[in-house]
């Protein structure tokens, strides 16, 4: 994740040139300006936890019964990241995963790692974890060895009980050794949050020496998912707790030019209307009343200061001729232009990715105790930190007075980076003086999550005279990430700006995977910065950016190989270049699915239903995937059922198989969701798509055969697992309903209206220029 | 307000609350009961499936005063972690779950379908939780688990 931030220069700079096509984006210089300007208070200013990383107590605890306790400020979301990264310490500390206790996001008791997201945690904190176990292991051993008087070298450990090399008499436990006190000892500690790193210069154990790690350990938190005993934030009760609901204005600056209390005056339980700034919100005894009180609130916004689009066509236009505040160039070698101008042959094409929404199964939810200048949050965000910072300066109190305790929500994808429920629940907390749980509705989640950008891309190749593509070139047009950084929805209504148009929507899966002679690969980022912001507010949605970009060049690669008959597999393979990863993973995955060599498509089959397979591959955050989907084409519904996928997974040390493989099959499945189904609708007037009826998502009756390859390799250290199988599935989609029916389908989601639309056209290959 | 008698998980109770609050809200918050758990509000995921009378409802959507004199079952009256309950360990052995926010759902209805139907096919599986919502994907592992468990309960 690039989190630079744009400098006030950049932005006008950008701003000059802007071309402001519809009216509904009203001023944009003026929000950018006022954005830049930073009025009111800074919002959410980077903070780094008050624990000392450099103390070994601030990373691990051993109790006498030799329970190891490991603080971490990396969450849990429902990937089993907890459970891996336990594997990870017990492995290094050599004690039996048992006894591992994982206390996890409260920012009293946790150094600040950041966000956990961006597929990263494994591959980042896992080391940090990994190196603080082992400064822990070496410690210990030098306690020991004072005890058993040997030197440590003639020392083994076995599940946390040391003892003499030759002499197993002779042995102290680690919780004899540390006798319920604290180490009080200093571990290096360099860098912040992703890239701090802990102890680097202390030994770790050889991955040949792997017991723990590289084993299908059971998930901690199952057992207890499954029986009701476990606590989500929403199952968070604290005394004197009451319950809050927001009322939602029509765009986040809308005024409440007037609030009807009489409205709801006959709703028992009632215990305040809470209105600061252009927040409103009811608070009552119980959940009920708190529902049925927002339902009722008669509240006249005034007219909102900015209009949503119409529809996707014209976001798709505004993309295309809104000049760029930022290109973000990926690639750039040789000279693409002269090579494309002097081609004998060039292809051309442009796809189209709609809004998405997360989805979260669990609206947000947080519970807020704000008395006296001090606030408790308990809260399911990805980053507890972050939500400590911008909590405090909502409330104008220091970060060191606010303790954000993590419980686990719904599996999230990205929504939770930026969780705007603890903000409400604070400003009620406030204004009542008593604990509140305020949980966002299903209509509130759908309509007013921050949404995964539209994108809109366009790719240009050019072939020599052999047959080779020797000029790629490709562009990105999307949106920042709005909420990123700065001020989430409550904070907004009480008048903090926004301090500028958000983090970038990554860069990766434009063609960097392949090489080419001449090569560029562009995300150009379009300001989304609203006067008023509207529902459309966007964030981080799971491989943000790369979905769409993926979806995009291994759609035109299959274009190309269609078009110059070749083999998908074998086309890939020529501009992969011989590197290892992704040859080996595409080969695996065109082995598990029995791929036969042939072009696409297949010969047109008689009847009514059409078979096809497609391939696709991607790198994200440098795990590298391969994927093969089979599909059935109904040629008279256009309705696409995928039947099988099958999956090469390469993500370095893979710390927990089976974890793994639950984390690829739930990316392939949200993949098909994403890829045939999802799109938010609205229209000038908010989002239409407000519940699971208008909003449908794939079920039971869809779900394909999956079968993955796992690749190993243990000598790299641990990858992230959490998204980047998500990314081939889309264009593996395209391409096996290209292959099955000849229609080439450019635009998310892959609906049978489509499907039937290109069925209709007849088109049978790919466009050239 | 009224005085409402419920009987769940074999327990009767008594409490006094809006009649018209729907169920889940009243097993959730005055019967501190964490296992159905509140998704949409609309019938539409599942996440608050309870068993009442032996048929798999929403009860995100019965007012409580229509839940009396019904024998009402959560997630909590099949089993504990010490004494699962034969479906929650097939749910454990195949580590059917993710964030496990919707598994309430899965386990009440596929419990229910196993009490009508104690060797269903795939597709019956299929069939019978598909108007259960999962956003993580655990799809595959729900159909193996709730396959493991008809097995189990035969051999049982």
Not at chain 1, 361 to 368: D, E, Q, W
Request: contains cysteine.
């Amino acid at each position: 994740m690039d989190t630079k931030s744009i400098s006030r220069r950049q932005l006008l700079k950008g701003t000059g040139a802007l071309v402001v096509s519809f009216s509904f984006w009203g001023p944009v210089s003026q929000a950018l300006a006022q954005g830049a300007a930073q009025s009111g208070r800074p919002t959410a200013p980077a903070h780094n936890g008050d624990l000392d990383a450099t103390q070994l107590d601030s990373w691990l605890a051993v109790a006498q019964d030799g329970k190891v306790t490991i603080f971490t400020s990396k969450v849990e979301l429902g990937t089993g990241v907890e459970t891996a990264l336990a594997q990870m310490v017990a492995e290094e500390l050599d004690v039996s995963f048992k006894r591992i206790y994982m206390d996890v996001g409260d920012t009293d008791r946790t150094v600040d790692q950041a966000v956990t997201a961006g597929s990263r945690t494994l591959e980042r904190a896992g080391p940090q974890l990994r190196q603080a176990a082992a400064a822990g292991r070496q410690q210990l051993l030098k306690l020991a060895s004072a005890r058993l008087g040997v030197p440590a070298d003639r020392l083994t450990v076995n599940d946390g009980v040391v003892s003499v090399i030759g002499s197993p008499a002779k042995k102290i436990s680690y919780g004899d050794l540390v006798n319920g006190k604290r180490f009080d000892v200093q571990v290096s500690a360099t860098g912040t949050g992703w890239d701090m790193k802990i102890a680097p210069e202390v030994p770790a154990k050889n991955y040949k020496d792997y017991k723990i790690v590289g084993t299908s350990v059971a998930r901690v938190d199952l057992p207890a998912k499954f029986t009701g005993e476990f606590t989500y934030t929403q199952d968070v009760r604290v005394p004197g707790m009451l319950h809050g609901r927001v009322v939602r204005p029509p765009t986040v600056n809308s005024k409440p030019a007037s609030v009807d209390e009489s409205s709801v005056r006959d709703i028992p339980g009632i215990v305040k209307i809470v209105q600061e700034g252009n927040f409103v919100g009811v608070v009552a005894e119980t959940e009920w009343a708190a529902i049925r009180a927002a339902r009722s609130l008669k509240v006249t916004w005034s007219a909102p200061g900015t209009k949503l689009p119409a529809n996707t066509g014209q976001v798709d236009d505004y993309l295309k001729n809104t000049k760029s505040f930022r290109d973000q160039v990926a690639v750039n070698k040789g000279n693409v232009e002269t090579t494309i101008s002097q081609a004998s042959k060039v292809y051309q094409a442009t796809y189209h990715w709609p809004f998405q929404i997360h989805g979260m199964i669990a609206p947000s939810c947080a519970v807020a105790d704000v008395r006296d200048g001090q606030a408790t949050i308990w809260a399911g965000s990805q980053g507890p930190f972050a939500t400590r910072g911008r909590v405090a300066n909502l409330l104008g109190i220091p970060p060191q007075n606010v303790r954000v305790l993590y419980r686990e929500s719904s599996g999230c994808y990205g929504r939770l980076s930026t969780d705007d429920v603890p903000e409400d629940a604070a400003v009620m907390s406030r204004a009542v003086g008593k604990p509140v749980r305020v949980q966002w509705m299903r209509e509130d989640e759908h309509a007013w999550e921050p949404k995964g950008p539209q994108q809109l891309i366009s790719v240009r190749a050019a072939v020599d005279t052999q047959g080779k593509v020797v000029a790629w070139d490709y562009l990105d047009r999307s949106f920042p990430w709005t909420t990123s950084g700065t001020a989430l929805l409550a904070s907004q209504q009480l008048g903090i700006k926004p301090t500028g148009p958000g983090a970038p929507n990554g860069t990766g899966g434009g063609g960097d995977i392949y090489t080419f002679d001449h090569q560029k690969v562009v995300a150009a980022l379009i300001p989304w910065v609203q006067p008023d912001p509207t529902p459309l507010r966007t964030s981080n949605l799971r491989a943000p950016g790369e979905l769409a970009r993926t979806f995009a060049t291994e759609s035109f690669i299959d274009e190309m190989a269609a078009d110059l008959a070749v083999d998908p597999v074998q086309f890939r393979l020529r501009y992969l270049n011989k590197d290892v990863r992704p040859t080996d993973a595409l080969r695996a995955a065109a082995k598990q699915a029995q791929w036969k060599e042939r072009p696409s498509p297949a010969p047109p089959a008689p009847g009514p239903k059409a078979t096809g397979r497609g391939v696709a591959i991607a790198n994200r955050a440098n795990t590298i995937t391969a994927a093969v989907a089979e599909v059935e084409v109904d040629k008279t519904t256009g309705k696409v059922l995928v039947k099988r996928v099958s999956f090469a997974h390469d993500c370095g040390l893979i710390v927990n198989p089976d974890g793994l493989k639950n984390q690829i099959e739930g990316n392939i499945i949200q993949g098909i969701s994403r890829t045939l189904m999802e799109q938010v609708q609205f229209d000038e007037s908010g989002i239409k798509s407000l519940d699971w009826a208008s909003h449908p998502i794939i079920t039971y009756q869809d779900i394909p055969q999956i079968d993955i390859v796992l690749i190993n390799r243990p000598e790299m250290g641990p990858l992230g697992g959490g998204e980047p199988s998500i990314s081939p599935v889309p264009g593996a989609i395209a391409n096996a309903i290209f292959d099955a029916t000849g229609v080439r389908l450019r635009e998310i989601p892959l609906t049978p209206k489509r499907v039937l639309a290109g069925l209709q056209a007849g088109t049978l290959s790919s466009k050239r220029l | 307000m009224a005085q409402i008698s419920l009987n769940v998980n074999g327990k009767s109770r008594v409490l006094n609350t809006d009649p018209s609050t729907p169920l889940l809200y009243v097993l959730r918050d005055d019967l501190e009961l964490n296992g159905p758990r509140f998704g949409c509000g609309l019938s539409q995921c599942g996440a608050c499936t309870v068993i009442m009378d032996g048929k798999a409802v929403r009860s995100c959507s019965i007012a409580v005063s229509a839940a009396q004199a019904r024998n009402i079952t959560t997630l909590e009256g099949l089993g504990t972690v010490a004494h699962p309950h034969y479906l929650q360990t097939a749910f454990i052995e195949e580590q059917a779950a993710q964030c496990g926010y919707c598994m309430n759902g899965m386990i009440m209805t596929a419990k229910v379908l196993l009490d009508q139907n104690a060797n269903p096919s795939e597709p019956e599986i299929r069939r019978a939780l598909n108007a259960n919502l999962c956003r993580c994907g655990s799809h595959l592992r729900v159909i193996r688990a709730v396959q493991r468990a008809a097995r189990e309960k035969v051999s049982a």
